[in-house]
């Protein structure tokens, strides 16, 4: 073969290899990712069924106890009517009893039902671990934050085990902050943001749930502070537009609003305020993912 057809059929080849490298896809490096790491998906997803099994218990809790507060106080009106009442309607002690069976099989199922939650919450907290596990082994991890992601955890499963509710409420949230700055070491800084918008108004419910726990009024206006600043990063994050400008300031308004509540600690105000800058955030996130 003459040197011409030989140097015909190398620039043959070497365009056949170039053109295979220009369909591969290129390396993703850890400094410019596309997505997040599938085992931090999982890790966050793991905490969200945690926090939905521990949120649907706090429910039924509460239902028993408006069940229950809701019997002694018809209790106590029937005994004092009864001196006054010497007739009753034909059958309607019969329809009392039928209505207070039915009450207590009510309440009966939501305590079965309590109990299968927290048995399936120690089978979610191992998963929780083997998705950590997983993640750390991929990932490099600063030493300190690694530290205080493996207490909550233990917190966490040791809180579960003892069926502890809101201290196993208040540990996953601050768990999740801790996520929250993985999500920044991956370049999500909005991502990141809106998790803790959220755990921050969360823990604000969780606190003022705790039966005689004291307020520390300084850490609240603190919180205050925080959530007005995140909320001050993402608007110079998110692409300028009437749609997110509107959803800002309706934010700004629940936190101020929820602010306020907490300033006269008034509980159930609290947990509507804080519900509804919940639904405020979750908006404005939905909005972005949107545009």
């Not at 990141?192 to 726990?213: C, E, M, N, P, T």
Request: overall charge negative; glycine content about 4%.
């Amino acid at each position: 073969m003459s040197s011409k057809k030989l140097l015909i059929v190398l620039i043959i080849i070497s365009s056949l290899f170039q053109m295979t490298g220009c369909e591969r896809e290129p390396e993703e490096t850890p400094d410019n990712q596309s997505s997040l790491p599938t085992s931090l998906l999982r890790v966050n997803g793991s905490k969200e069924e945690i926090v939905a099994k521990l949120e649907e218990i706090d429910s039924m809790i509460e239902e028993i106890e408006k069940s229950e507060e809701k019997e002694f106080e018809e209790g106590e009106a029937q005994e004092e009517g009864a001196e006054e009442r010497e007739v009753e309607e034909e059958g309607a002690e019969e329809r009392e009893v039928e209505e207070e069976g039915a009450e207590e099989e009510e309440k009966k199922e939501k305590v079965n039902r309590i109990q299968e939650l927290w048995a399936e919450l120690e089978e979610e907290v191992k998963e929780l671990h083997q998705n950590w596990n997983q993640y750390e082994s991929e990932e490099s991890v600063e030493q300190l934050r690694l530290a205080r992601l493996e207490e909550e955890l233990n917190s966490l499963t040791e809180a579960i085990a003892e069926e502890q509710l809101i201290p196993a409420l208040l540990t996953i949230n601050q768990f999740d902050l801790e996520i929250a700055e993985l999500y920044y070491s991956h370049n999500f800084e909005i991502e990141g943001r809106f998790k803790k918008l959220r755990a921050h108004i969360r823990k604000i419910i969780y606190q003022h749930r705790l039966v005689d726990s004291s307020k520390d009024e300084l850490s609240e206006l603190e919180m205050n502070d925080k959530l007005l600043a995140l909320i001050s990063k993402l608007e110079n994050d998110l692409i300028n537009g009437e749609r997110i400008e509107q959803k800002i300031i309706e934010l700004r308004k629940a936190i101020k609003d929820l602010a306020e509540a907490v300033s006269q600690q008034r509980t159930e105000v609290i947990e509507v305020k804080a519900e509804l800058a919940l639904a405020r955030v979750n908006e404005l996130e939905e909005l972005h993912e949107g545009d």
